[in-house]
């Protein structure tokens, strides 16, 4: 065990880094329920603060990323969460609207930081595997959101959002522990790929495989797939963090009630990022699908058309189910275009995560106009259609079916 530390301490403090920053990632989202108590806050609003913290700590990734490849600095990461921890903790100190958006939107670009930075530096300095290495990086973080509502909603219910500014210190800590641990010193170094001559042979295969790697009119067509999973799985997520406490309640549950029955509704989403990729390779990815958007569509009914154990029930049930997913949508769309898996990925996990913000906002704009009640059915409706969509998959998802460029010799 001691080895085990010594050959990964590095893996260890950018894992437990990883936790703190997705910890601070949920903290205003969750209890936005306060914020909207203090300072008068409509669901639009609500809706529009939780739009700006999701694009400034996931739209930007991919651009951070290649600034800090060009950069190679790995302090940055301890300074990426230094800068999260103090902008989400002296948020409830806040109080106006747009001070309290320009300050958590600023904040959140830390985990711009953090994210790609902490997985390379997670793979470059340790004693294990890239894929075991990546797998610990992520899973630490998963739980952070499992604790975010366990600390923060008691916290703010009982002494008030100011006592988020306590948060500093556990924040600040953890960034001591990584600058103790040596991560600022990890050096990596890049791939550089060779050039390619300019001969006449070369240009006409680069042509050729230019056009092989097109996407087909079916290609575009199915991809609409995983993207609508991958958005109502969003859109779930987000309303469940932003308006669960205040629907729960609508049902009679108070606010720290309700912060341990989203603490079940996160870990049973932590959980299922494990159990998942095994159930979809046993399985299927296209089962895999079927059977767990079938059972978000059953728990979200549960949870918003019930009371007491079935509503909490249901909502275990619901988070678990829209993450059992994952990565089988993924998968999908790697299926679907071969050749662009990273580009693939990027949607799912990119793209996909700022357009369900988006919907977030035409949300919030319904609620101030129609109320949560009204808009059960509306939550139940998008839920349906993600069901829906699992059973219209091709048949085949052979890349030669797909593409009619693509010839079966070069697959």
Not at 324 to 331: E, G, M, R, W
């Amino acid at each position: 065990m001691n080895q085990f530390i010594k050959s990964n301490s590095s893996l260890i403090a950018v894992s437990w880094g990883h936790f703190v920053n997705d910890f601070f990632m949920s903290v205003v989202p969750i209890t936005l329920f306060a914020f909207a108590e203090v300072l008068k806050l409509n669901a639009t609003q609500m809706s529009v603060i939780l739009f700006v913290i999701t694009t400034a700590g996931t739209f930007f990734q991919p651009l951070v990323g290649l600034l800090i490849d060009r950069v190679q600095r790995s302090v940055l990461l301890i300074l990426a969460l230094i800068w999260i921890t103090v902008g989400m903790s002296l948020s409830g100190i806040i109080t106006n609207f747009y001070l309290l958006t320009i300050v958590v939107g600023l904040a959140a670009l830390g985990s711009s930081v953090y994210h790609p930075l902490g997985s390379t530096i997670t793979i470059h300095k340790t004693g294990l595997s890239k894929g075991k290495s990546l797998s610990i990086f992520m899973t630490v973080g998963s739980f952070a959101h499992t604790a975010a509502p366990l600390v923060a909603i008691p916290l703010v219910s009982i002494y008030g959002l100011n006592a988020l500014a306590y948060l500093l210190i556990p924040g600040l800590l953890s960034a001591l522990f990584l600058y103790l641990s040596k991560v600022h010193q990890v050096k990596w170094t890049r791939e550089v790929k060779q050039e390619r001559s300019n001969s006449e042979v070369e240009k006409k295969e680069l042509l050729k495989n230019q056009k092989e790697k097109m996407l087909s009119t079916k290609q575009q067509l199915f991809m609409s797939i995983p993207v609508t999973i991958a958005v109502v799985k969003g859109v779930l997520y987000r309303i469940t963090i932003v308006f669960g406490v205040i629907i729960m309640g609508l049902k009679g549950v108070d606010h720290v009630q309700a912060g341990f029955v989203l603490s079940g509704f996160m870990l049973a989403r932590a959980i299922a990022t494990l159990v998942g990729g095994f159930v979809s390779d046993s399985i299927g990815e296209e089962k895999t699908l079927k059977i767990f958007n079938l059972l978000s569509l059953i728990s979200v009914f549960c949870f918003l058309n019930f009371e007491g154990v079935l509503m909490i029930i249901g909502l275990v049930i619901l988070g678990f189910s829209i993450n059992a997913t994952s990565a089988a949508n993924i998968t999908i769309m790697h299926k679907i275009i071969p050749d662009r898996i990273n580009f693939g990925t990027g949607i799912i996990m990119g793209f996909s995560a700022t357009l369900s913000a988006v919907v977030m906002l035409g949300y919030g704009v319904l609620v101030d106009l129609y109320g949560h009640v009204a808009l059960f059915n509306l939550v139940i409706g998008l839920t349906g259609l993600m069901a829906l969509v699992s059973f219209i998959l091709p048949k085949s998802l052979e890349p030669q079916d797909l593409n009619p460029f693509l010839s079966k010799t070069n697959i």
